[in-house]
């Protein structure tokens, strides 16, 4: 497709559970990043990877969460034993270069009860 | 921490009315861009401003960066029902680029 893909759309899990995010990017944009949206707040950051590698992983809010892009394209974000505060819609997106401009995914709404 | 303070937070007019969304800061931003971002949408760029003092404009919407490059507005000339959304500034700074800070957004609501 052509722009910035997130599967799935929404995902509701029971406390407790691990749950996989999925970012399929622009095809050929090396930045990929992932963030996390609550009701009414801006984007918050959580990692930057350029390529394989994760250049900037400082807004992970801890280790239950981990995100992976083996290939340099897909990106997957992992969350481990999921809390209810994990509840949010998680974005994705992707820009040709690092500080070039970046184009959002749909994003997916995770619900945790 | 660098915040990027955004105001009003809510905002509910009539059609054809005027409106200003401020985006403000203590930090120097070398860049600073601003999003639409429509419910179950991820955020769409709307321009990107680098220069201090520069004004960009697109279509009823015109884009001012503040002179220091710490604060930037968003006016819309007679909203359209079509300008409802969420409205985002986001900051890049010299030293870290490549992450964006954001504002916390404003949600705008202009009714028929």
């Known amino acids: 497709g052509a722009g910035v893909s997130q599967t799935p759309s929404n995902k509701v899990t029971e406390k407790g559970k691990y749950v996989e995010l999925r970012c399929d990017p622009i095809?050929?944009?090396?930045?990929l990043y992932w963030y996390r949206q609550s009701l009414g707040q801006g984007p918050e950051f959580l990692i930057y990877?350029?390529?394989?590698?994760?250049?900037?992983d400082s807004g992970l809010p801890n280790d239950r969460f981990f995100a992976v892009r083996p290939e340099g394209s897909v990106s997957t974000l992992k969350i481990q034993r999921t809390e209810r505060g994990d509840s949010a819609v998680y974005l994705c997106?992707?820009?040709?270069?690092?500080?070039?401009?970046?184009?959002f995914g749909q994003g997916t709404r995770l619900t945790v009860v | 921490t660098q915040l990027l303070e955004q105001s009003p937070q809510f905002l509910s007019i009539q059609e054809g009315e005027n409106l200003t969304v401020y985006c403000n800061s203590s930090?120097?931003?070398?860049?600073l861009q601003w999003y639409r971002q429509e419910p179950g949408e991820g955020p769409v760029l709307l321009v990107t401003?680098?220069?201090g003092g520069e004004v960009k404009k697109l279509k009823r919407l015109t884009f001012q960066f503040g002179d220091a490059r710490k604060d930037s507005s968003l006016h819309i000339t007679a909203a359209q029902p079509g300008d409802t959304g969420l409205y985002l500034c986001?900051?890049?700074?010299?030293?870290?680029?490549?992450?964006?800070?954001w504002g916390l957004g404003t949600s705008l609501a202009v009714n028929p």
């Open positions: 986001a900051g890049r700074n010299a030293g870290n680029n490549r992450k964006l800070i």
């Open positions: 095809s050929g944009h090396t930045a």
């Open positions: 401003v680098v220069t």
């Open positions: 990877f350029q390529g394989t590698g994760a250049a900037d």
């Open positions: 930090s120097v931003f070398s860049s």
């Open positions: 997106a992707s820009s040709p270069q690092a500080n070039t401009e970046a184009f």
